[in-house]
Each structure stands twice: as C-alpha cells, then as structure tokens.
Nanobody
Framework: EVQLQASGGGLVQAGGSLRLSCAAS????????IGWFRQAPGKEREGVSC????????HYADSVKGRFTISSDNAKNTVYLQMNSLKPEDTAVYYC?????????WGQGTQVTVSS
C-alpha cells in the first residue's frame, strides 16, 4: 500500500528554519517524483518544490527559491524539505505527494506557522 507521512511542521519565528520530512512506503523513491505543496487559509494549494528520486533535478517555486532545499534519501525512502529564512507568508499546511504513475498519492498535511 502506497503511503506518505509528512512531519516536521511547527511554530517558528520569522527568519527561523524547519525541516519537513516525507516518509514514503509501498514504493521506492527511485521511480517517482515527490512534490511538496502547501495551502494557506483561504488560498488554493500551490506547488512548492519537487524532486525525482532517481534523477534528482529539483524544482522550486519562485517564492521559495534560495530559501528552501529539497533532498531525497533513498536509503530511508524519505524526502526532506529544508526551509530557511521563513516568512509569515510561508504559513500553511504542507503536503507531500507522489506524482506520476496511474494516479497521485497524498500524505496528510503538517502545519507550518511562521510568526512575525
């Protein structure tokens, strides 16, 4: 069974850092792209970053370039999102998802709150 478990959210002051983890099971990262998305209250879900477990090639939304870093530890079947220089506008529920294949799979969200 394909599952994704996101964790690592929390409350942090502006300028601080958090590292989100997305633990995958039921498949291997080598074959898929994993994406991080976020949804703030009253806003649509937006893509933040993605990486292919086998080919790398990370991509970032313009709003997080230079501040967020996505990485993949295939031995642990886990994708990380290191978030530095956090801003209040980064406050949202963050989700990870397996993209591609016959359908996408989504993990439950983890709340990130950045106070000013």
């Amino acid at each position: 069974e394909v599952q994704l478990q996101a964790s690592g959210g929390g409350l942090v002051q502006a300028g601080g850092s958090l590292r989100l983890s997305c633990a995958a099971s039921g498949f291997t990262l080598d074959d898929y792209t994993i994406g991080w998305f976020r949804q703030a209250p009253g806003k649509e879900r937006e893509g933040v970053s993605c990486i292919h477990g086998g080919n790398g090639g990370p991509h970032y939304a313009d709003s997080v370039k230079g501040r967020f870093t996505i990485s993949s530890d295939n031995a642990k079947n886990t994708v990380y999102l290191q978030m530095n220089s956090l801003k209040p506008e980064d406050t949202a529920v963050y989700y990870c998802a397996r993209l591609g294949g016959s359908r996408s799979y989504w993990g439950q969200g983890t709340q990130v709150t950045v106070s000013s």
